[in-house]
Structures are given as C-alpha cells and as structure tokens.
C-alpha cells in the first residue's frame, strides 16, 4: 500500500539513470583523485611509476602557462561576474517598469542565451577587428585612432578588454531572465506602501528592491561565479584553440584550458594526471569560492 | 488648493521624462543585444570589396547583398553533415536523456525507497562539481571501449555516434527540475488512480507524463540546444571530419591563428550554425523562456 | 453491503521514531445502504480511517470486512470502493468523458459499453452537457460531479467520499450535499464521508460517528447525538452557538449553579462537575431558580440571542438563546429555570456523562 516501501521497484525505475551517472559522473569523480597520485602515468600503456602526493599538482603548478591561466581566470571572473549581475539588475529592474514592449524587450535580451558560444566568438572577434571592425569605427567618431584588440601581436589588455565585453554580453540573457521572473514575483503592495510614503526612487531600489531579490542575486552571484571560472568556450570562439591573439598564443589560456590542453597531449607521460591536478584545482577554487559566498550571504541575504 | 494641481503637473511630466529615458536606455541596449548578430549578418553578405573598405560600411543597400559566401562556405567543411550528426547526436541524447530523467523523477517524487532523500541529497551535491573533472576519465572510457578507433583501426560512424551521445544521456539536473514538477502533481490523482487498480507505470505515462508536458519539452529543447553547442567534448571524440558537430566543425574549418581569414565567409558559416538555432528559438520561445526563468538552467 | 471495522488502529511512525497514533482501536459497524458521516475536528483520525477503508493505509492492527469479507489485506482496486477527494483529484489533462472512463479502462471494459457507461453516470449526477470539457473549465460543483461520477461509473460497492463540500463556496454547498444524497439514495450504495463541518454531517448523514484525538466517542443519528451527548466531547463538538459549561456541583441529587437549584438528578452525589446547558436550553421564568444579569442582546429575526458574564469568571461569557417575543434589554436581570432535556453533566476527569 501507499506507504509501503517500494524498494526493488524503486531502483528498477532508477536504475538507466543510475547507470549512467555511476559510469559517466561518479566514478571518473573518484578516478580523478586516483588519477592524480599516480607518477608518470603513461597513457597508451597504461604504466605509472609508483605514487606521489603532490608531485602532479607541482606538475600543473610548474607549467608556464599556470599563472598565466590563474591571472585571466580570476580577471574573468572578478570582472565580468559583478559587472554583468549589475547591468543585468537595472536593466531588468528598468524592464520591470514598462508594460508595453515587455515581451518584445524581453525576447531581445534573451537572444545571447540560444546562440552558440563558438559562431558569436567569431563576430565578436571582427567587431574588434583593427580595421573592419564596429568599435573601431565607433572610436574613430571620438577621433581615436584604431586599436589592435583581437589582431596579430595585440596586448594582453586590449585582447583581455575584448573578451570580458564578450563575456558579460554573453552573461547577461541569464541573468536579465531570473532577476525578472524574481521581481515580478515581488507583491506589489511593497511599492505601494513605499509609494504612499512617497519613498524616492532610488531608496525604493535600495531599500526594497534589492533586499527582497538578495535571494535571486545570490543564487545568480554564486552560478556566475562558478560559471566564470569555467570560462573556455568563450576564448576558443574569439581566438580559436590558440587561445590568443596571433602572435602572443596562450595569452588568453583558463584554468578549464589546461585541463583541455594535458587532454590534448594524452600520449606524453604524465599528461592525464595533469589534468587530473588542473581540474581538481579548479573544483577546489570553485568550491572555495562558494563556501565562502554561502557564508558571507549567511548574514546579508534576506528572506 | 493651487498648489497641489501644480505639484501635480510637475510630477506628472517628471514621471513621462521617466518614462522616456526608461524606453530609451532600453531601446539601447536592445541594440547593444543585437549588434553582433547584425555585424555577423551584414559581414557575411558582403562582397570582398565591400569588406575590405575603412572606415566599414554600416549600412549595405540590399542590392549589394552577396550570397556567394554561403555557397563558398559549404565548399570549405560540409555544414550539411555537421548538422546532420548533430541532429542524429541531440536525437539520441535527448530520448535517453527523457527517458532516464522520467523514471528517475518518478522514483524521486513518487515512490518510496530506502536511501531515497540520502541519494538525491549526493545527486543534487554532485552538480556543483565541474565537468572537467569528469572529462577526463570518460575520455578514458570511452577510448577504452573502442569508441575512439585505435592506432591501426580507425573510428567508425557508429562509435562516434556511441561517443557523442552515451555520456549524455541522462542529467541529474533535469531529474532534479522533473522531480520537482512531478511534485506539484497531487497525491490525491495518485490515489484516485490507484483505487481505479491504476499500475504505477501506467499512472506515470497516462497520468502524470501528459501533466509535465510543458516541462518535459522545455527539457527536450535545452538539451538539444545543448548539443548544438556543445564544442569541448565533440572536439575530443571526434577526429574525422565528417563525424564533427556544427560547433567544432565551425570553429576547425576557421582556425588560421595568423594569415588571411576570410572573414566574410566565416561569417556566413557563423551564420549556418547560428540560424537554426534562432528560429527554434521563436518557434518555441514559450517553452525556453518559462523554462529558463523558472529554474535556472544554464544550458 | 455493511462494513465492519474491528479493533482498527493506526500508528504513524515519524523519522525520529516518535509514534503517533492516528486511529485508536476503533469499532464502528455501518449498515448497509445507509450514509454515514465521519465527523470530527482535524487530527482526529477521520481520514486515516477513510483512507484505510480504501486500503490506501495499511492498518496497523485490526481488520476490515465488507460483508463477510475481510478485506483488510486487500489491494484498494481488489475491494470496490469509489474514493472521492476533497480536491476532486480529476486528471487535469483528460476531458470529463476521459477521466470518467479512465477507470473503467483499468477493468478493460469494452469501450462502447465504456461510453454508455460514463454517460450514464454523467446523466445521473447531472452533468451529461459537458463531457468534452476540461476539468479547468469546470465550477467548483460541477468538479464536485465529475468526481462522484468517476468514483460510481465501475460500480462500486462503498463510495467514500472525503470532505466532499469543503471546497465549494457556501451555496453551492447546500445544492451540493443534497444532490449527494439524491445520488445516494437513488443507487442505494453504503456510503462514508469525512467531515470536520458538523452541520453538513448532521444535515445529510443517516448516522454519524463522532471522532476524536483516534477515538471514537458517539456513533449515532444525528439529533440523538446532538440530543444525548454520552461525553463533553460530543457536546461540545455538536451545536452552534456550542453549549454553555459551568463548574457546579451535585448535593443530595439536585444541581447548583450560580447558588440555584436549576434541575434534580439520580447522579451520585460530587464535589465538583461540568454543567453543560444548551443555549436554547433556558426558559425565561418568573419563578427560575437563576437570576442572570444580562449584558448584551442580539436580536435576529426569530431568536434573541443574550449574552452574559460568568458570574463566578468575570472573563467568560455564555450565551442564551431565547424567543424573540422576550422584550429584553441590556442591563436586566432576568430570571431563568433550566429544561430538563437540554442539561448535562459530565464528569471532569473522565469527560463521561453523569446520571
């Protein structure tokens, strides 16, 4: 009967799924911090060399492309995360206070969530192109002259500027879409009372507004965040697998890109479990990251 | 008496300037949003002559529109094929994927197991990990089955397919959105079927399946808007052309670091990737929007 | 067909192991084609029991019969019973036709003979025009049907139905529980529901059973539980406004209160008692033995309602309910004597009636 407990039924229902995620999800988990204490793994046939605690982690830490990726990595995210949520929060707060053209609006904002990372990388690479390029053109109305920011030999400053306006342009469909749907659910008699008590605007976005969506904003902070720091697609799709401008590769390289780059050297000795101590990094940092804005949000969140 | 009428007038022009600055910030940024599909668009239909002028044409009377770009970009990877693996690719990942996501939600939010709330507590705490962890060994996985082609075997059509498919085909995500929609289902219509002698399978594919329609679409689109994008994976699988996805068919074909690059018809190849994209997009904007805004997703 | 629960009991057991029990040894016999409400203020297991005469709760100790057959063990589509929810619990996506077929489909009747089925059933409830439409295009009432329909159409032996009219707005409710006892009365079928709405139950009902905390307290018709209450409990829960308690005591075989001998007793004589008065158990008399003085009047139509201080409990009030005709004003002091027929006693440990 109902509360009878199902137990073989159950797991038969669970089972595809279960499957699946032990194969594909679970298990590569578990395989990974194996993975990463094996010394010189070698791949293609599948050798090692006894075991070691740090040594793959000193491997990752060593590359030369390490700091590198852990500069832009949290450039990225320090960057494009705060920016992108405040520009998301005023314009949907912006949004929220029309009702004619708010679908229309709305689906316009949503376009950079369906398009693919890859195609728009490119277009958004000639934007910045030197001399065929839409802010270029744009600057030279102001009487700047063209900036090299995507092309060959460009600085890691221009090439980095790039990328964070493609990255925020990118972010903010998502965020637009769930701190909408956040303040639509808002009563409104809150206004109304601030109304009445003819609150000025900017109190009412900072008195009321924003305490009431802090939930939204948190749960928007934290997934940017983790998502930033998994930026790749975006690199890939504005400098191709060269990750950077012709003539300075690699200067645009991420934590996930090193992860991918040990991937693509599977054959030398000790590739995988590189990547393996890239990627446990990563999850680390990640989930340092969130433990700390649970914490901090503890107190500042209100319900 | 006076006073008030003109403290009135005063706050009703101060509320239309209001007004008019909301629509306009709005207005542009909806332009700011648009700009790189325009750009992307206006690119891929010009003539080389019309690229290579400074300062760029903005504005390209229609005229002058060159399709040629689209034909010369089919002539540089095969588009057709890309598409046609992607779509047998989403295909097969999103049948597995409702499939495996149905039952699971089902047992999640219907039936009553041991371990049940443990399970889906280590479920829901294992999507804060990156997938690059994972990466790493399902490569391993799957090169060990075979599926990758070995030194003197090459890969087959059949296990690309196995490949860019079988590691997707289930998502605790969307067994945690199901579960919760299955959720919002009554317990009563549960009960109601079962002093009819309604089978739980039954009652899952008449009764509950048809009521999370909405859901279970949104589910099916995202994941296959999914595969349309997804790059990282398919470039790892995959080494012969003719498997590649559109994402990572597109971005080999245009991988020159340094040298001329055709940025026309590069366009017009962003452009093959990026339109069916779009107008699934305003087909089933209902589904994608609600979906997204309700839950959260990031695709 | 009669139903016997025996020793029926239920324990719920939370997480933390703690014990509830929901439904305690309960012993009701419901003769056959009557309709009998199970009334009850909320917690007071009347649901429980509903849910497993449907057999969609195990019981965890006594049995079940209907008729002979004990049915205790039985899967709830192994025992014939249509099941009414409270939320009507239609199948949202299905049209009236679908969801009042939907289980005769499960017994694999035919699906002409299915069709016939379904549109009797429709007919009988009244809701014949509207079988292509979707639940959410339904009234309230109209649900209500649709629900009582689909719990009929495989003809079932017992309809249960839990709190049938609690969704349904106040004039829909009237319409409705008398076309629950139309139906009733025109299939004959044994009927049971839950309510915690003592005027629906006594409105409908061929008998109730009165539920409290997992036990049952009263089981009979209506007006003699109402008029012979065996426990404070039954008192209390039954009448509106509900009936007036006094602390008084019984000497030498009469009743004090407020300092007056109001009614004489065979009870044995104690110290100190519930005196529970109906409101329209006073009579305004001369010759009363309670002087009372009045605070408040309502006057509402036939009925004058009076309220007045505890004089012993300046806190409390009670109410009185007296004919109209009584020219009564604030202030007064009026004399009362009390009728014989509306006055209990009960005990204060036990709660049981005394006399």
Redesign the interface.
């Known amino acids: 009967?109902?509360?009878?407990?199902?137990?073989l039924?159950?797991?038969l229902?669970?089972s595809?799924?279960?499957v699946?995620?032990a194969?594909?999800?679970?298990?590569?988990?578990f395989?990974?911090f194996y993975?990463v204490f094996l010394k010189d793994f070698n791949?293609l046939l599948r050798e090692f060399d006894g075991y070691t605690l740090l040594g793959n982690f000193s491997y990752v830490v060593r590359n030369p492309n390490f700091k590198q990726a852990m500069i832009n990595t949290f450039f990225i995210v320090f960057v494009s995360v705060p920016v992108s949520v405040m520009i998301a929060l005023f314009?949907s707060v912006?949004?929220n206070?029309?009702k004619k053209?708010q679908g229309f609006?709305?689906?316009?904002?949503?376009?950079?969530?369906?398009?693919?990372?890859?195609?728009?990388g490119?277009?958004?690479a000639?934007?910045f192109?030197q001399?065929?390029?839409?802010i270029n053109?744009f600057l030279?109305w102001f009487n700047v002259n063209p900036i090299n920011w995507v092309g060959?030999g460009a600085s890691w400053g221009n090439a980095m500027f790039s990328l964070l306006v493609y990255t925020i342009?990118g972010g903010?469909a998502?965020k637009i879409?769930?701190f909408?749907?956040g303040l639509q659910s808002i009563d409104k008699q809150y206004y109304d009372a601030a109304r009445v008590d003819s609150t000025p605007?900017r109190r009412v976005f900072t008195k009321i507004t924003v305490p009431l969506l802090s939930p939204m904003i948190l749960?928007i902070v934290i997934?940017s965040f983790?998502?930033a720091?998994?930026a790749?697609?975006t690199v890939?799709?504005m400098f191709?697998?060269?990750l950077g401008p012709?003539?300075n590769?690699k200067s645009m390289i991420t934590m996930?890109a090193l992860?991918?780059d040990a991937?693509e050297h599977?054959g030398s000795i000790g590739a995988?479990s590189e990547?393996?101590a890239?990627?446990?990094i990563?999850?680390s940092i990640?989930?340092l990251f969130?433990i700390i804005q649970m914490w901090v949000s503890k107190k500042r969140v209100h319900y | 008496m006076e006073n008030s009428i003109k403290i009135d007038k005063v706050s009703r022009r101060n509320k239309i300037i209001a007004k008019v600055f909301v629509y306009f910030f709005l207005v542009l940024f909806a332009v700011i949003i648009l700009i790189p599909f325009y750009w992307m668009v206006l690119t891929s239909v010009k003539s080389m002559q019309d690229l290579t002028v400074t300062p760029p044409i903005l504005f390209l009377p229609f005229d002058r529109w060159r399709l040629d770009n689209f034909q010369s970009a089919l002539n540089a990877a095969p588009y057709l094929i890309f598409m046609r693996n992607t779509v047998i690719v989403s295909f097969l990942s999103t049948v597995g994927t409702i499939f495996t996501t149905i039952f699971a939600a089902f047992a999640f939010s219907r039936l009553n197991f041991k371990g049940r709330d443990t399970l889906f507590m280590i479920l829901l705490s294992s999507m804060m990990i990156p997938g690059e962890m994972f990466v790493i060994t399902n490569f391993i996985t799957v090169s060990d089955l075979g599926w990758l082609g070995s030194n003197n075997v090459s890969q087959t059509y059949g296990d690309a397919l196995k490949a860019l498919s079988l590691p997707f085909m289930t998502s605790i995500f969307y067994i945690f959105f199901l579960r919760q929609t299955f959720r919002q289902i009554p317990n009563e219509l549960y009960y109601a079927a079962k002093v009819d002698g309604t089978s739980d399978f039954k009652y899952l594919w008449r009764i509950m399946v048809p009521i999370a329609k909405p859901t279970i679409i949104t589910i099916i689109i995202l994941n296959a808007m999914g595969t349309w994008n997804a790059y990282i994976w398919p470039n790892l699988v995959t080494d012969n052309v003719n498997f590649r996805l559109v994402t990572n068919g597109l971005r080999t074909a245009y991988n020159q670091l340094s040298g001329q690059v055709i940025y026309n018809e590069q366009m017009a190849a962003a452009l093959i990737v990026t339109l069916p994209l779009l107008i699934v997009f305003f087909l089933l904007k209902k589904y994608i929007m609600r979906g997204v805004s309700r839950s959260g997703i990031k695709g | 067909m009669e139903i016997k629960l025996q020793n029926l009991t239920k324990v719920f057991q939370a997480k933390d192991k703690t014990e509830t029990i929901a439904v305690n040894s309960l012993d009701i016999t419901i003769p056959a084609g009557k309709l009998i409400g199970l009334l009850g203020p909320s917690g007071c297991g009347k649901s429980t029991t509903l849910y497993m005469i449907a057999g969609l709760l195990k019981p965890t100790e006594g049995k079940i019969f209907f008729g002979d057959e004990d049915v205790t063990e039985k899967a709830p589509e192994d025992r014939g019973i249509g099941l009414v929810f409270q939320n009507y619990a239609l199948y949202p996506h299905m049209t009236v036709r679908q969801n009042i077929m939907f289980p005769l489909e499960n017994l694999k009747v035919p699906k002409a003979e299915a069709m016939v089925r379904a549109q009797e059933m429709a007919d009988l409830v009244g809701i014949g025009e509207l079988m292509d439409r979707k639940p959410k295009q339904l009234s309230g009432g109209q649900q209500q049907r649709v629900a009582i329909a689909r719990a009929l159409v495989k003809k079932p032996r017992v309809l249960l139905l839990d709190e049938p009219l609690s969704n349904l707005d106040a004039r829909l409710r009237l319409q409705t529980r008398e076309e629950i006892k139309r139906i009733q009365r025109e299939t004959g079928i044994t009927t049971i529901f839950v309510t915690h709405d003592q005027e629906e139950a006594m409105s409908i009902s061929d008998e109730i059973v009165l539920m409290e905390v997992g036990f049952k307290r009263q089981v009979g018709i209506p007006q003699d539980v109402y008029d012979m209450p065996e426990n404070l409990f039954s008192a209390k829960f039954l009448g509106t406004p509900p009936i007036n308690l006094f602390e008084g005591s019984i000497k030498e075989g009469k009743v004090t209160l407020f300092g007056g001998v109001i009614e004489k007793t065979k009870a044995k004589d104690i110290e100190s008692c519930w005196i529970g008065i109906r409101p329209e158990g006073f009579l305004v008399d001369k010759e009363g033995p309670l002087e009372l003085h009045i605070d408040m009047v309502e006057t509402i139509g036939r009925d004058t309602s009076l309220v007045i201080k505890d004089e012993k409990n300046n806190t409390r009030s009670f109410r009185v309910i007296v004919d109209s005709s009584n020219r009564i004003l604030p202030g007064d002091k009026v004399k009362f004597s009390v009728k014989p027929s509306k006055l209990f006693l009960f005990d204060k440990v036990t709660g049981e009636k005394l006399g």
């Open positions: 009967m109902l509360e009878e407990k199902n137990n039924k159950a797991w229902y669970l595809p799924a279960l699946l995620l194969v594909f999800t679970f298990y590569p988990l395989n990974a993975l791949y314009v912006a949004l206070s029309i053209l609006f709305q689906t316009i904002y949503f376009l950079p969530y369906v398009t693919n990372a890859i195609a728009v490119m277009a958004f000639f934007i192109h001399d065929y390029g839409l053109t030279g060959t342009w903010l998502f879409m769930i909408l749907s605007r749960y997934t983790i998502g720091f998994k790749y697609a890939v799709g191709g697998v060269g012709a003539g590769p996930v992860v991918y991937l599977t995988i990547a393996a890239a990627s446990i990563l999850f990640t989930l969130t």
